[in-house]
């Protein structure tokens, strides 16, 4: 009985670990609360392993579709890396904000 009942207690440990895994999302971008036209998007590294510029790579790259998305060019207004995994819980980040300029009509000739 008692074998029984400590399988069925990792089957839910189990289960609900894959439940909470699932919630995970990617990143999101959104605009700051404080300054409408900057947006913010922020990369973490999954499991925690260093990988700062993969991070940055990926996060500036996209930053650029989004604001190629809208037809306008990203101007990167500042960034934030974290220092990368320790033991509290602190996993490596990149964080960049930006904004989306209006690509400038070509003259005609």
Excluded at 52 to 58: F, G, H, I, V, Y
Aim: aromatic residues 6%.
């Amino acid at each position: 009985m008692t074998h029984h009942l400590t399988d069925v207690v990792l089957m839910r440990l189990f289960l609900l670990t894959l439940l909470l895994a699932g919630c995970t999302t990617g990143p999101t971008i959104a605009p700051m609360a404080t300054a409408p036209d900057v947006f913010v998007l922020t990369r973490e590294s999954p499991g925690g392993f260093p990988m700062k510029d993969k991070l940055q790579a990926e996060a500036l790259e996209e930053a650029r579709k989004y604001c190629e998305a809208r037809q306008a060019v990203r101007q990167v207004v500042d960034s934030q890396t974290s220092t990368g995994w320790n033991m509290t819980g602190n996993t490596p980040r990149f964080q960049v904000r930006f904004r989306c300029v209006p690509q400038a009509e070509p003259t005609p000739k």
